[in-house]
C-alpha cells in the first residue's frame, strides 16, 4: 500500500511565500513523474507542474517564473516552492505520483489527500 501526504499549506498574504512538501511511503520500488495539481472552490482540478524522475520539469504558464517543482529521490519527496503568491493561486494543492511497488507490477496513479493554500490580505 502507498501513501502520499502532503504539508506545508497555510495563510500567506499576496506576494508571500510558501513551501509544499509531499512525502510518498509504503510499498515502493519506483517512482516515476511526480507532480502538483491544485482544486480553486467552483473549478476543476488543474494541473500546475510536474517532475520527471530525471528532473525534468514542466509547469503551467500562469506559475512558471513563481513556482519551482523539485523532488528528493532518496526521501521519496516533491517539493513546490511557492513566490509571489497571488489570491487566484488559492486553492487545495494536491501531489501525485506515479509508483510501481515492485518490479513485476505495472505503476499506478496515486494522490495525496490535499493541502489548502490561500492567498488574502
Known amino acids: 500500500q502507498v501513501q502520499l501526504v502532503e504539508s506545508g499549506g497555510g495563510l500567506v498574504q499576496p506576494g508571500g511565500s510558501l513551501r509544499l512538501s509531499c512525502v510518498a511511503s509504503?510499498?515502493?520500488?519506483?517512482?516515476?513523474?511526480m507532480g502538483w495539481y491544485r482544486q480553486a472552490p467552483g473549478k476543476g482540478r488543474e494541473l500546475v507542474a510536474l517532475?520527471?524522475?530525471?528532473?525534468?520539469?514542466n509547469a503551467v504558464d500562469s506559475v512558471k517564473g513563481r513556482f519551482a517543482i523539485s523532488r528528493d529521490n532518496a526521501k521519496n519527496t516533491v517539493y513546490l516552492q511557492m513566490n509571489s503568491l497571488k489570491l487566484e493561486d488559492t486553492a487545495v494543492y494536491y501531489c501525485?505520483?506515479?509508483?510501481?511497488?515492485?518490479?513485476?507490477?505495472?505503476?499506478?496513479?496515486?494522490w495525496g489527500p490535499g493541502t489548502q493554500v490561500t492567498v488574502s490580505s
Open positions: 509504503g510499498s515502493i520500488f519506483g517512482i516515476d513523474d
Open positions: 517532475i520527471s524522475s530525471g528532473g525534468r520539469t
Open positions: 501525485n505520483a506515479v509508483i510501481r511497488s515492485s518490479r513485476a507490477e505495472p505503476f499506478y496513479n496515486y
